[in-house]
């Protein structure tokens, strides 16, 4: 993990002015796995968010054998897999991101089989991945998994020739039709992806997709047809905005009781999270691709569930969490998503927040005042939350383990600090 990251916030200062939102982390994932799967020429990823996670999967692109150069200042991924050399996806480098799941089509189609010694991303409970496998499986694949020395885990598929067929989802998982929809382009035949997520991240590997001559349609329908091709070929693609990210500055105005232009932010990529967070008190103004968005009346309490897109997204529940500890009266939060998402209830305890959990439903106590504390971040979004809960509460808030923040959002001291917050990111 290298060195410890600490963030230290003091509350109290309103947000203003102008933030421009990140590319999605979401997004520029699948497309590192999908860039692989162009045997020539070079992939030339634009508007890409300097985040860990991208270094972590330029790192497993290079263990691939992939040439791939981040150009940090113009945000710019330029990636040459003509020469892949593994199938391995190693441990220390694959269990550090969900997203080195995503490399596992490429794999297939270059050698046939892909090696994955570890899978990682953020501890939300149950993370399951059958969906994949079981995917996998019907187009022809055979999966094993086998117990390395130290007890690990190490999965093996293998696929001579991958065959379309008729897949589905139990549920619409946003990496599970990532990876179907990958391993169905360069496949015999055609496929159909029943109950394919919708999130926008997903129309948006589709778009590169199809730039590269994949055959796809019913994107954002829930039906995905796929009919394989012979070969994609490497293009240029400006990944979009990342609306988590935006959904967290709406929330860091929210807080506050400041205003801001979002740069490059869509209300309606936050589904239903903008409907509630209006109902909280805050007001939109889409002008263009900039969205204004302010807070200067009393923060009312709110009833949140966690659903697909377009639903109240799951990583922009820690969030709200935070946001709902100012409300004037009980807020209510049903995380269906995930069974262990609900860490941050203890470290907002710390800062005097009043949150009861039972299962996956929490309520929020509101109005609580917060004061600064040293917590730590269990996950990314808990580390949004925490950066959020300290910009609003009295004194210092000291933010641990924010490796985890760090993992998806980019220069984010940098970009408060220019509102006018008061954080630092501290290393060692
Ligand atoms: C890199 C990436 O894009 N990560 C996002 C992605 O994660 P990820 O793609 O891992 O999330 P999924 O949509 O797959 O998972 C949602 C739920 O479905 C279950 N499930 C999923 C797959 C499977 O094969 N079997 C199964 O049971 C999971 O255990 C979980 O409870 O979507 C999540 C839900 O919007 C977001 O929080 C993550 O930020
Ligand atoms: C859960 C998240 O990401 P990942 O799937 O990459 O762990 C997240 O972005 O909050």
């Known amino acids: 993990m290298g060195h410890e990251v600490r963030y230290r916030v003091r509350g109290g200062s309103q947000l203003h002015g102008t933030v421009f939102v990140q590319g999605a982390k979401n997004a520029v994932l699948p497309m590192i796995g999908a860039s692989l799967m162009a045997s ?28 791939a150069e ?24 694959a269990s550090r991101f969900r997203g080195s799941f995503l490399f596992v089509p490429a ?25 994949h496998y079981n ?16 007890g690990d885990g190490i999965i093996h598929i293998k696929a001579g020739d991958l065959r379309g067929g008729t ?54 329908t829930g039906f995905v047809t796929v009919e394989g091709v012979g070969e994609l070929t490497a293009v240029e693609h400006t990944v979009m905005p990342d609306r ?15 205003d801001l232009n979002l740069v490059g932010a869509t209300l309606e ?54 946001l709902s500890c100012f409300a004037e009266g009980p807020s209510y939060i049903y995380e269906r998503i995930f069974d ?26 509101g109005p609580r005042g917060l004061r600064g504390a040293e917590v730590e971040a269990h996950d990314l979004r808990c580390g949004s939350a925490l950066v959020l809960a300290g910009l609003a509460a009295e004194g210092e808030t000291t933010i641990t383990s924010a490796y985890y923040l760090d993992r998806g959002h980019a220069h984010t001291a940098e970009r408060l600090s220019q509102l006018g917050a008061d954080i630092v990111r501290e290393v060692g």
């Open 40 to 67: 020539k020429g070079r992939t030339v990823l634009r508007n890409v968010p300097i985040i860990e996670d991208v270094r972590r999967a330029v790192e497993l692109a290079r263990a691939v054998g992939a040439k």
């Open 70 to 93: 981040l150009h940090e200042t113009e945000r710019t991924l330029v990636i040459d897999a003509s020469s892949l050399s593994s199938p391995v996806l190693p441990a220390d480098i």
């Open 107 to 131: 794999l297939l189609h270059r050698f046939g089989e892909a090696v994955i010694e570890g899978v990682g991303g953020c501890n939300l409970g149950s993370r399951n991945l059958d969906f």
């Open 135 to 150: 995917g996998f499986k019907r187009m022809g694949a055979t999966v094993t998994e086998q117990v390395a020395d130290n």
């Open 167 to 220: 897949l589905y989802c139990d549920t619409p998982s946003h990496t599970g039709t990532e990876n179907l929809i990958m391993a169905a382009a360069l496949a015999r035949g055609t496929t159909l992806i029943k109950n394919a997520a919708l999130e926008p991240e997903v129309l948006d590997n589709i778009a590169l997709l199809q730039a590269m001559g994949a055959k796809i349609s019913g994107g954002g």
């Open 244 to 258: 988590i990210d935006a959904g967290v500055f709406v929330m860091a105005a929210a807080i506050t009781g400041g």
């Open 269 to 322: 990529h936050l589904g239903v999270a903008a409907d509630k967070l209006e109902q909280m008190g805050v007001e939109f103004h889409q002008q263009g691709a900039v969205l204004q968005v302010r807070r200067d009346r009393t923060l009312r309490p709110i009833n949140v569930i966690t659903d697909e897109y377009p639903g109240f997204a799951t990583d922009l529940q820690s969030p709200i969490m935070a």
């Open 340 to 365: 262990g998402r609900f860490k941050l209830a203890d470290e907002l305890a710390k800062m005097g927040a009043d949150i009861e959990v039972d299962g996956n439903r929490a309520k929020v106590n």
